[in-house]
């Protein structure tokens, strides 16, 4: 984690108004945090900092991609992702990041680590299921003829016996429209 000093903002020093700051987030960002499901990275993250005199506003907004298979082909593909999140820094007597939109510090802080809100911010923008462009559009043609190939086809059996029904079944079912 000590490779995550530049996601240290130092507010002391800075004067009440907006500030702007500008990270690349790459695969070494991730690697840090043992998360090692993407296979490339790149993202770019900007954050505005508002210092007022009693508190902190943290503006996240991200956009870039990242490489990821295809939940469907296993294909690699770039997918695009972007996001924003609002982060409220107050003052109080001890550590709390208990809330997702505000953050407590103890009144002798002089700065805070936005790392754990960048990783949390681009791994939630990134949806559940990924789908390459290809398959929703058809264009990759070879991988869907191959899925279509390999997916169970129906079994000649089954439909034998639904038309092989016993005269017996028939006969109930009657009794029951019969009413």
Same mark, same amino acid.
């Given at each position: @984690?000590?490779?995550l000093?530049?996601?240290?903002? $130092?507010? &002391?020093?800075?004067?009440?108004?907006?500030?702007?700051?500008?990270?690349?987030?790459?695969?070494?960002?991730?690697?840090?945090?043992?998360?090692?499901?993407?296979?490339? &990275?790149?993202?770019? *993250?900007?954050? #505005?900092?508002?210092?007022?005199?009693? @508190?902190?506003?943290?503006?996240?907004?991200?956009?870039?991609? #990242?490489? #990821? %298979?295809?939940? #469907?082909s296993?294909?690699?593909?770039?997918?695009?992702?972007?996001?924003?999140?609002?982060?409220? &820094?107050?003052?109080?007597?001890?550590?709390?990041?208990?809330?997702?939109?505000?953050?407590?510090? %103890?009144h002798?802080?002089?700065?805070?680590?936005?790392?754990?809100?960048?990783?949390?911010?681009?791994?939630?923008? +990134? %949806?559940?299921r990924?789908?390459? $462009?290809? +398959?929703?559009?058809?264009?990759?043609?070879? *991988?869907?003829?191959?899925?279509?190939?390999?997916? $169970?086809?129906?079994?000649?059996?089954?439909?034998?016996?639904?038309?092989?029904?016993d $005269?017996?079944?028939?006969?109930?079912?009657?009794?029951?429209?019969?009413?």
């Amino acid at each position: @984690m000590n490779d995550l000093k530049e996601y240290l903002i $130092p507010f &002391v020093g800075l004067k009440i108004g907006k500030h702007q700051f500008d990270y690349q987030i790459d695969n070494t960002f991730f690697k840090n945090f043992d998360y090692d499901e993407y296979n490339a &990275v790149s993202v770019k *993250v900007d954050i #505005v900092l508002e210092k007022k005199s009693t @508190m902190l506003e943290l503006d996240f907004k991200h956009k870039g991609t #990242v490489n #990821v %298979p295809c939940d #469907v082909s296993g294909e690699e593909f770039d997918l695009p992702i972007k996001g924003k999140l609002k982060l409220l &820094v107050k003052f109080g007597d001890a550590f709390n990041d208990e809330n997702e939109e505000l953050l407590i510090l %103890p009144h002798g802080e002089f700065q805070v680590n936005v790392a754990q809100y960048i990783y949390e911010s681009i791994i939630l923008s +990134v %949806p559940l299921r990924r789908v390459h $462009p290809g +398959v929703k559009d058809g264009s990759l043609t070879d *991988v869907i003829e191959k899925l279509e190939s390999l997916s $169970p086809k129906e079994n000649k059996k089954e439909e034998q016996q639904n038309n092989d029904i016993d $005269p017996r079944w028939e006969n109930l079912k009657k009794l029951l429209t019969d009413k």
